[in-house]
């Protein structure tokens, strides 16, 4: 018999050591093995091997391989405890299967890839992309930041990068914010490059996450695996590049236990592996420039990549929403939007209608009492979706049907107000009856994810596209000839200090949708603030003028990257309760820390969620290990969010 010491990865597990248990043959450090822990059994990753103790012990349930993770793995989920101030047991679960799985069975289903392999390596490449392939081939920085403008061909950079990655023997992982992307991105991989390609990510089975999860486990050749941030904890071997696509997204953070940011992971597994590390965007995150900028590993991109008698021309038209007299077909479709688009469509090309705002009406409200139909577990309005005529709370789910009346004062008629992407489209089904129109966005089926139909996007197929940011992150349609903007403010709306980033980022990425080479395009855009300095950036490629307003902004307010922020996140019953436990924990802070910056308790953006009321409390400094001590020193019902990517 053999005794071990097991990392228990388990949410549930509470505690600072690992647990010892027996087993009837030698295992290695690393080695994934499945154990009971009280009425469950859960998964756990053996430390060491050691002598037998005095206490009676339990025998692990199962060994999922004779293969240990690599070491890294174990090394990176301590870390992130760390870091992060967060429970082991909650970061050793990110590292394994959510439940036990039979190797043979697995290995014997496993395909080597999900799409047939076809190389072709005929890309010539523009000077700046031979520029900036040289110098991440030469890079004495093991992180890059590739600054690339969209249509500028960064995904292209990635795969020589891969490809030399492989041939040297080493393994390759490519992040993407959405899994929408990932299936363009296998695609275009497994057309270029030989090597199998694994997509993993949560809209495959649990058996075939497990399958893929155990293929790359004991594989013994190079692997390309794609996916979102669980891939980050994929156990690869003999890693040797790590790509992050669209670095800027908000999606690449955890916004639950454990609270980490894929950025920051990436970049410490990079460390911790040797492996290169390249963060690819057309909008870099401020923070991340500025760190990048300051280490001199930047590398920009502004060239567009098209063949040489492919025009790139973008003409972009600004709409004022306030002036009335543009919108005399549509309240909230100028004319000049629905005429581009005609014109667009009768070329033969797609259309794209942008609005980050999903449903058909915002809100059901009674103009004679002011009587508001509000989410009875969160107290805020909830969206009309026509085509199934319910009333949802896009926070907590719930859905009634609409009132006939208004329950207050009895009055007949209701009225539904504000604008959603199900609107838009119903729309514009009765403008352009006899064009294929196709809405995505967080209210699609499964069946009609974008990732699902791409091919009908990317043959053209589909002639009018209505889509959330989700349709920003990107998606290269070379069909694809206009981008509307309905409403190119909402971000704006936020009180939330990355509200002018968020801004620039999405209409410079929805924008970049078109101008990639693929013909002359046209830009529509409609806003409340044509003045507002971020879209006027946006609008103009401006990057430069944009960071530098922004970072002047941050270094006055004590915003990152001057000040690390935990929020201190506090759930009760009562109005009353929540107030009373924000103002309690905000009063002991400022009397036990020092050097630190303590906002006022204030209600969440939306404060009633799920039955329960949520306030926050922010805390700044420039020490970020006085943070993680405060987020480990919580009273009962407190959530810590270090580095949150948003204060709403």
């Not at 009837?24 to 499945?34: I, K, N, R, S």
């Not at 990110?94 to 069975?105: E, F, N, W, Y």
């Not at 033969?348 to 508001?372: D, H, M, S």
């Not at 530098?548 to 690390?564: D, L, T």
Request: glycine letters at 6%; one cysteine or more; charged letters at 20%.
């Amino acid at each position: 018999m053999h005794y071990y010491e097991v990392w228990v990865a388990d949410s549930k597990y509470k505690g600072v050591k690992p647990l010892t248990y027996s087993y009837e043959t030698e295992l290695l450090p690393g080695t994934a093995v499945t154990l009971p822990l009280q009425q469950r059994t859960v998964s756990g990753f053996v430390v060491k091997q050691v002598d037998e103790p005095s206490f009676k012990l339990k025998p692990l349930s199962a060994v999922l391989s004779d293969k240990p993770i690599p070491h890294y793995y174990l090394l990176l989920a301590e870390w992130m405890s760390e870091y992060y101030g967060s429970s082991l047991g909650d970061s050793m679960r990110l590292l394994a299967p959510s439940q036990p799985i039979k190797r043979k069975s697995a290995l014997a289903e496993a395909p080597d890839s999900q799409y047939s392999a076809s190389p072709n390596n005929k890309f010539t490449l523009t000077t700046d992309q031979q520029s900036a392939l040289t110098s991440l081939q030469n890079a004495n920085a093991q992180t890059m930041l590739l600054h690339g403008d969209t249509g500028t061909g960064k995904t292209e950079l990635y795969v020589r990068i891969a490809e030399d990655t492989v041939a040297a023997g080493k393994s390759v992982l490519l992040l993407v914010p959405e899994i929408a992307l990932t299936a363009q991105l296998v695609k275009y991989f497994e057309q270029r490059l030989s090597t199998p390609v694994i997509s993993l990510h949560s809209h495959l089975s649990v058996s075939k996450r497990k399958k893929f999860w155990m293929q790359i486990l004991e594989s013994t050749e190079p692997q390309l695996i794609i996916g979102p941030r669980s891939a980050l904890f994929a156990p690869i071997t003999n890693l040797g590049l790590i790509i992050v696509d669209e670095a800027h997204e908000p999606a690449y953070k955890q916004e639950q236990q454990p609270y980490y940011h894929a950025i920051r992971v990436a970049s410490r597994l990079s460390n911790l592996s040797g492996a290169q590390l390249i963060l690819g965007s057309a909008t870099p995150d401020v923070v991340d420039y500025y760190m990048a900028e300051r280490k001199s590993s930047i590398i920009r991109m502004q060239q567009i990549a098209r063949s040489a008698d492919a025009p790139t021309d973008v003409k972009v038209t600004v709409v004022d929403i306030k002036d009335r007299g543009q919108f005399s077909k549509s309240s909230f479709l100028s004319d000049e939007l629905l005429a581009q688009a005609r014109q667009t469509l009768s070329a033969g090309q797609q259309v794209l209608f942008y609005l980050n705002r999903r449903g058909t009406a915002r809100v059901i409200l009674c103009e004679k009492c002011a009587w508001q139909l509000l989410c009875p577990a969160c107290d805020v309005p909830m969206v009309y979706h026509g085509d199934t005529h319910k009333a949802r709370c896009h926070t907590c789910g719930q859905q009634q049907t609409p009132p006939h009346s208004c329950p207050n004062c009895k009055n007949p008629e209701l009225v539904y107000r504000g604008i959603g992407t199900k609107m838009i489209e119903q729309s514009l089904v009765k403008l352009f009856p006899d064009k294929v129109i196709m809405r995505f966005d967080g209210d699609n089926t499964e069946e009609n994810q974008a990732e699902r139909q791409y091919d009908k996007l990317l043959s053209g197929e589909v002639q009018i596209i209505v889509g959330t940011q989700m349709m920003a992150k990107g998606f290269d349609l070379p069909k694809l000839g206009m981008v509307g903007i309905v409403v190119a403010d909402t971000p704006l709306f936020l009180p939330d200090y990355r509200a002018n980033e968020r801004t620039y980022q999405l209409l410079t990425q929805v924008m970049g949708r078109v101008g990639r080479g693929h013909g002359k395009a046209t830009v529509v855009l409609q806003t409340y603030q044509p003045e507002n300095q971020a879209i006027s950036a946006a609008i103009n490629r401006d990057w430069q003028s944009f960071y530098e307003a922004e970072i002047k902004e941050r270094r006055n307010y004590h915003y990152p990257p001057f000040r690390y922020v935990l929020k201190l996140i506090c759930r009760r019953k009562t109005q009353k309760g929540a107030t009373s436990a924000s103002e309690k924990l905000a009063a002991e802070l400022a009397r036990t820390y020092r050097g630190i910056e303590i906002s006022s308790p204030t209600p969440a953006f939306f404060e009633k969620q799920h039955g329960n009321y949520t306030w926050h409390i922010i805390v700044r400094s420039p020490l970020r290990p006085r943070l993680v001590e405060i987020s480990r020193n919580l009273p009962s019902g407190w959530v810590a969010d270090l580095d949150p990517v948003n204060l709403l």
